[in-house]
């Protein structure tokens, strides 16, 4: 399970404050945490401060990585944001993420062609969001092709379904769970992830929720996940229910999280 | 989703030495907190009483069904003490349960046959425990055509596809869910019910991995669950993971869980 931890990003009021006062020990603790806390990638996001995009996620990267040896998932659309970033990465970034939609498409696909980026596909479209099964195949058909023609290798592909909320239609659990499954048995060695809170958008206890929609999302075969590595309950349950999948050989990892009072 | 509340089970000391002093009261009571926890059929099993299996087997249903209008899940392999009970039974009983074994087979088919009893259909032959999906297809295969062919409807049927110990081979987890997912697929109608607490043998943290192998079995398709319906926790992530999967109208069911604070 690839965990992309969520914590850096300014649309949360601390970050952004941080960002604003470049409080560089702020960001590092947060990614060092994350870091320790199982995190794979650190995700880093300066969308809200439109005009200074460029130096604030440049400003992101520098400071998460002078505190952990974790690559930047870089999240943002903006293709100069993203490669002043990734002048000063260092190892292979994730880049979160190019989608079906026209201009996101043509600004995100040249600079992750012919490179060994990580790169999140998001199963979006201009003709809005999907909501099937199918809606969702067809989109990702398309970005996946795309990305191969242009010499993206398939396994750096994260293919992101895009959860809706359960609230809106009752279906909408199934119909991404669905997606996955037909994603990974349709495209050998594709991975997906996601964040998943949407799911619980107007339901009560929101936690319960999106605890057991990432259990029932690995069960059948999400591999990545964007998350707060910081929720010990949320990682407790993203580590049984890998194991439970197959994904941990003899357990060793769940046993090792047990010894170490990560599960409880 | 279909509760099988399994309380009532003479393994339990309280529960043996209630049927020892004839203690009808602690029965009832047992009964009807399950069936307020939300059981839809009461298990009852007083299997360690050899002898007195007739005996005791009708009294605990005769007990039960003094306290609630639950039908009972009769849990022996004894055709005569099954009979029995059966007698004395209101509403529709469930057989627990018939297997592939000889012996089992032979005695279990003719109390079904042709009636409207719901029935367990474990997945157990005298070839020993299954362990691979194909295994557990192929006797439940056997096992639904026979039973098919003795009058039985379909949907009267739960199979239970026998879980195996995670800590044995950390495959079974999957050989058991996907198992659930192909018998949905394969036959229109069929239900499935298992209990889960195998799972997690020899493992730490066994309450983590239950409640999160049930989620998982739920989105391969699981629609029945042999359970103990007083563990809110467990109930719980039963009713998230219902509503997540499409099997809850609105969510309505999961909201009614919330306002009477059986989700947290």
Same mark, same amino acid.
């Given at each position: ?17 941080? #960002? ?30 439109? !005009? ?17 040896? %974790? ?15 990734? $002048? ?6 994730? #880049?979160?993420?190019?989608?079906? $939609? %026209? ?7 040249? #600079? ?25 195949? !067809?989109?990702?058909? !398309? ?27 009752? !279906? ?93």
């Amino acid at each position: 399970m690839i965990i992309i931890g969520e914590l850096i990003n300014a649309s949360r009021k601390a970050v952004a404050a941080a #960002i604003e006062a470049q409080d560089a020990n702020a960001i590092k603790k947060l990614a060092k945490d994350q870091a320790e806390a199982g995190a794979d990638y650190i995700d880093v996001n300066a969308g809200i401060f439109v !005009k200074k995009e460029v130096e604030y996620l440049r400003w992101l990267v520098e400071s998460v990585q002078a505190a952990t040896d %974790k690559p930047c998932a870089i999240d943002s659309p903006a293709p100069q944001a993203i490669e002043a970033s990734l $002048e000063i990465h260092q190892g292979t970034a994730m #880049i979160n993420s190019i989608s079906l $939609e %026209k201009d996101r498409y043509e600004n995100l696909l040249p #600079i992750v062609a012919g490179t060994d980026l990580k790169v999140v596909a998001l199963c979006m479209s201009d003709e809005g969001m999907p909501e099937s099964v199918e809606d969702r195949l !067809k989109i990702a058909d !398309k970005l996946i092709n795309g990305l191969i023609q242009n010499n993206v290798k398939i396994e750096n592909i994260f293919v992101d379904p895009l959860v809706q909320p359960l609230s809106v239609n009752d !279906k909408f659990g199934m119909e991404f769970i669905n997606a996955v499954e037909q994603i990974k048995a349709n495209f050998a060695g594709i991975h997906t992830a996601c964040g998943l809170s949407n799911i619980s958008y107007g339901l009560p206890e929101r936690k319960l929720l999106n605890q057991t929609f990432m259990v029932m999302a690995i069960a059948k075969g999400l591999d990545g996940a964007i998350v707060n590595p910081l929720d010990q309950k949320m990682m407790a349950c993203i580590t049984a229910a890998t194991a439970l999948a197959g994904e941990d050989e003899f357990c060793q990892e769940y046993i090792t999280a047990f010894r170490e009072n990560r599960l409880s």
